[in-house]
């Protein structure tokens, strides 16, 4: 694979989503359509992707980050056209092969490229299309064979004769072409047709009348073909993509005994004997131990989760959390947040940008927000790191084995030292010393009577 290349489609506006996106741009899983495509030919073997933008093109370069080459198709004139746009870059790969997908067919995988590319090259042919057996083929373009086996036809619906349309084996706008013969083809495309555009399916036409072989490949699952034209299209995407993912774990060892309320992104890691408990999202780059409990009622994304930890109504954004670590319930773990192992973190508490140390508490009512918390630290009920000014966030520094007493405020930039103590309702603004109990509230005064004298309500 390493000298072939990739041209990915992703022009498309899509007018039936009623968007104001890029339709490759639509999530399934919480990840745009294009991101399955370009990580399926990723991991394939394939590293020369060049993308075809045109609608909100801007979007897409966005996304796509620089890492892929793009080119622009300014007017959608149909996938001819589109490869037509690509063509310096199937010319600086002559030699070998290109791979055309579409950005909006999401569930193609690795495994249905690389299967296919050895039928492409074990059978000499100059273009292989990517195929897949149907219940029901309405509306696909149908493989015709010959007698050998090899492709005759791809023959659209609207032309097709009822014989024809008896086959269920279609086509799924994905194919590999000899990068020479696909160059030999590209100029010769017209679109004298109704709707005047440039079909990428006639270009395989002309090569089998330049005396050249096409030929299928059919791949191992009818989902490589699955798109989305409109949002309940995409709604059944979804849940077609949800199962799959959903069965791959439970098939590894993840016990998710309520999945119709569990959705677990594409690139999620789960270690086996993990509990996922109804109504819980897990997405984007987020590893799991094993042996942890997540949910009910938990969003945890783009984050490294530790075995045997428990996580209940909790939100956890970019953030790491070490063993055996209990959390919840109603609980944000805000991003770049690392809880260490055999913390607790209890019912409304807030975490955001620090370092909670290894058995530390922090049991209810609490917001640490940019603060380094050492080991076996006891924060009170209502305390507060006060981390901004107005200006500008300061860190607070809290020594291992200190004691926070309740409805304590720790103005930033503020420490307290190692067994350090603060009294309950205090509100401290310089360093405590290790071993130090810190008070800093005013003496309680007792007016004699105030209430009968000033009688601030009525009484019953």
Known sequence: MQNNCAVILAAGQGKRMKSNHAKVMCEVLFKPMLGWVLDAVS?????????????????????????????????RLGTGHAVM???????????????????????????TISDSYKTHINNSYAATVISAVVKNPTGYGRIVRNDDGSLKAIVEQRDADEQIKQINEINSGAYWFSCSALLNVLDKLSNNNSQGEYYLTDAISLIIENGLTAGSHIAHSENVVVGANDRIQLAALNELAKNMILERHMLNGVDIPFPDSVFIGPDVIIGRDTKILPNTIIKGKTEIGSDCVIGPNSLVADSVINDYTKLNNVQCLQSEIDDNVTIGPFVQIRPNS???????????????????????????????????????????????TVNYDGQVKSRCNIGDNAFI?????????????????????????DEVPDHALAIARSRQTNIKDWVKIKRPRKQK
């Open 43 to 75: 991991d394939s073997g394939i590293t020369d992707i060049c993308t075809v933008v045109g609608h909100c093109g801007n979007e897409v370069k966005e996304y796509l980050n620089g890492i892929f080459p793009v080119v622009e198709q300014h007017e």
């Open 85 to 111: 746009q690509a063509k310096d870059f199937i010319m600086e790969h002559e030699d070998y092969h290109v791979l055309v997908l579409c950005g909006d067919a999401p569930l193609i995988d690795s495994k």
């Open 338 to 384: 690392h809880i260490m192992s055999k913390a607790k973190i209890g019912d409304f508490v807030e975490i955001k940008n620090s370092v909670i140390g290894v058995g530390t508490k922090v049991p209810h009512l609490t917001y640490v927000g940019d603060s380094d918390v050492g080991a076996n630290v006891n924060f009170g009920c209502g305390c507060v």
């Open 405 to 429: 007493g309740c409805n304590t405020n720790l103005i930033a930039p503020v420490k307290v030292g190692n067994n350090a103590y603060t009294a309950a309702g205090s509100t401290i603004t």
